[in-house]
């Protein structure tokens, strides 16, 4: 009996790694189908609203010219309320003027040309992806990335999120960081991190791929950044400081009951602390509370520090040496992957550069070179993106997949070829 099921398991990991890519196609032109089928279904013959952060941005920013203030969600809900949807602006004061044009525009003019920002941010994301990547079939790395985890990028698409055109910016700058034109790479970090604070993070890749040198224009553009945020602050006090009050909703217990969790390493812990939450009313575990922002520190605190010692070190020593650039992208791939899992909240939109660094490392790397049984592990976490639809799904498996490499460079298997 024993003997028959390991013949039948040693069957069927010949068959996943021997037809990998087969199966990769299936279920992605599987996710395909029914992706559009369901668009097809709800929104184009349904009445289901599409680009729903549009209407976030196009309500406040006519509330904006109305000589209104827009923070908080109240301001705002008479508008939203005519599409079923209950969001709120929470972007800083800058932002909320930069996007004050929508609100000079009727709603369906003010819309095509959001699309429009949107799609040509998304082509900009692919275009340079492609440059970074050197990747041959952009048409099947576009549907890959769109449709891994069941949709997660369509699902992004069609949000209308602002964070597109971040990722847009950033992809722009890891290009140019591969080409050692380091100043644009930290302009663009400095850009998205006007909008979105925590991309601030990403001024830290230089210095992993390169040594503290790089920390001197890390800091530079870390105080741009809080000088441009203080500005803010120093012109409009009553702005920037509803600006702040509604950050804090990203917290409180509301917040997380309507919109979820996030599917990242945070929000899973969140998930689990709120289920533990409502079981037994300690505070301990409210996933609003500030034991939780502590637990996130630590983890993300761990994995910086690990990440740094157990790959940067090593690749720094080796620097003087003729270094092939396909170390150097495994390294940016890696580094992207624990940067944007250790974001307080992860969205489908930020699956974007998640979902192209998987697959770089996953394709580059030694780790299928180590055995079949690594061969294995591998093929099947890849096939498992596409064919299970969870949102959180893709989250756990990169999560996994980064700690198996941080396993595997512990072990001394280099798995990005460092030594």
Same mark, same amino acid.
């Given at each position: 009996?024993?003997?028959?099921?390991?013949?039948? &398991?040693?069957? !069927?990991?010949? @068959? $996943?790694? +021997? /037809?990998? =890519?087969?199966?990769?196609?299936? %279920?992605?032109?599987?996710? *395909? &189908?029914?992706? !559009?089928?369901? @668009? $097809?279904? +709800? /929104?184009? =013959?349904?009445?289901?609203?599409? %680009?729903?952060?549009?209407? *976030?941005?196009?309500?406040?920013?006519?509330?904006?010219?109305?000589?209104?203030?827009?923070?908080?969600?109240?301001?705002?809900?008479?508008?939203?309320?005519?599409?079923?949807?209950?969001?709120?602006?929470?972007?800083?004061?800058?932002?909320?003027?930069?996007?004050?044009?929508?609100?000079?525009?009727?709603?369906?003019?003010?819309?095509?040309?959001?699309?429009?920002?949107?799609?040509?941010?998304?082509?900009?994301?692919?275009?340079?992806?492609?440059?970074?990547?050197?990747?041959?079939?952009?048409?099947?790395?576009?549907?890959?990335?769109?449709?891994?985890?069941?949709?997660?990028?369509?699902?992004?698409?069609?949000?209308?999120?602002?964070?597109?055109?971040?990722?847009?910016?950033?992809?722009?700058?890891?290009?140019?960081?591969?080409?050692?034109?380091?100043?644009?790479?930290?302009?663009?970090?400095?850009?998205?991190?006007?909008?979105?604070?925590?991309?601030?993070?990403?001024?830290?890749?230089?210095?992993?791929?390169?040594?503290?040198?790089?920390?001197?224009?890390?800091?530079?553009?870390?105080?741009?950044?809080?000088?441009?945020?203080?500005?803010?602050?120093?012109?409009?006090?009553?702005?920037?400081?509803?600006?702040?009050?509604?950050?804090?909703?990203?917290?409180?217990?509301?917040?997380?009951?309507?919109?979820?969790?996030?599917?990242?390493?945070?929000?899973?812990?969140?998930?689990?602390?709120?289920?533990?939450?409502?079981?037994?009313?300690?505070?301990?575990?409210?996933?609003?509370?500030?034991?939780?922002?502590?637990?996130?520190?630590?983890?993300?605190?761990?994995?910086?520090?690990?990440?740094?010692?157990?790959?940067?070190?090593?690749?720094?020593?080796?620097?003087?040496?003729?270094?092939?650039?396909?170390?150097?992208?495994?390294?940016?791939?890696?580094?992207?992957?624990?940067?944007?899992?250790?974001?307080?909240?992860?969205?489908?939109?930020?699956?974007?550069?998640?979902?192209?660094?998987?697959?770089?490392?996953?394709?580059?790397?030694?780790?299928?070179?180590?055995?079949?049984?690594?061969?294995?592990?591998?093929?099947?976490?890849?096939?498992?993106?596409?064919?299970?639809?969870?949102?959180?799904?893709?989250?756990?498996?990169?999560?996994?997949?980064?700690?198996?490499?941080?396993?595997?460079?512990?072990?001394?298997?280099?798995?990005?070829?460092?030594?």
């Amino acid at each position: 009996m024993q003997s028959s099921i390991n013949n039948y &398991f040693l069957s !069927l990991k010949k @068959f $996943i790694i +021997k /037809n990998e =890519l087969k199966l990769i196609y299936f %279920f992605l032109a599987l996710a *395909v &189908f029914n992706n !559009l089928s369901h @668009f $097809i279904r +709800k /929104n184009l =013959l349904g009445d289901r609203v599409d %680009f729903w952060d549009f209407h *976030v941005y196009w309500c406040s920013a006519n509330k904006f010219l109305n000589g209104m203030n827009p923070y908080g969600g109240e301001t705002i809900k008479d508008c939203l309320s005519q599409f079923n949807f209950d969001l709120y602006f929470s972007y800083p004061p800058i932002v909320l003027k930069l996007l004050a044009f929508l609100g000079y525009l009727e709603l369906n003019t003010a819309k095509i040309i959001w699309i429009a920002i949107v799609g040509i941010s998304f082509f900009l994301i692919i275009y340079f992806l492609k440059k970074t990547y050197q990747i041959p079939r952009i048409i099947f790395f576009s549907f890959l990335i769109i449709f891994t985890g069941g949709g997660l990028v369509w699902g992004a698409l069609l949000a209308g999120n602002i964070s597109i055109i971040l990722y847009a910016i950033l992809s722009i700058g890891i290009c140019y960081l591969i080409k050692k034109k380091k100043d644009i790479y930290y302009l663009s970090v400095f850009f998205i991190s006007l909008v979105k604070f925590p991309f601030l993070i990403f001024l830290l890749m230089p210095t992993f791929l390169y040594g503290y040198k790089e920390l001197k224009r890390s800091f530079f553009y870390l105080f741009l950044t809080l000088f441009i945020y203080y500005l803010q602050f120093y012109f409009d006090k009553e702005l920037f400081m509803s600006f702040l009050n509604s950050t804090k909703t990203y917290r409180d217990e509301g917040f997380l009951l309507i919109h979820g969790t996030g599917i990242g390493i945070h929000g899973m812990i969140d998930l689990y602390q709120n289920i533990l939450y409502e079981k037994t009313n300690v505070k301990f575990f409210n996933p609003s509370g500030s034991i939780t922002f502590f637990i996130h520190f630590f983890i993300s605190g761990t994995l910086f520090v690990s990440s740094y010692f157990l790959f940067q070190r090593k690749y720094y020593t080796f620097q003087n040496k003729i270094i092939d650039v396909k170390q150097e992208k495994l390294l940016i791939s890696f580094f992207i992957a624990i940067f944007l899992c250790c974001f307080p909240r992860i969205s489908s939109y930020d699956f974007f550069l998640l979902v192209s660094s998987f697959f770089y490392i996953v394709r580059n790397s030694r780790i299928k070179l180590l055995g079949d049984n690594w061969n294995f592990i591998v093929c099947l976490l890849t096939i498992s993106v596409l064919a299970i639809y969870d949102s959180k799904y893709p989250a756990f498996v990169i999560s996994f997949f980064l700690f198996l490499c941080f396993y595997l460079q512990i072990k001394n298997k280099d798995p990005f070829y460092l030594k």
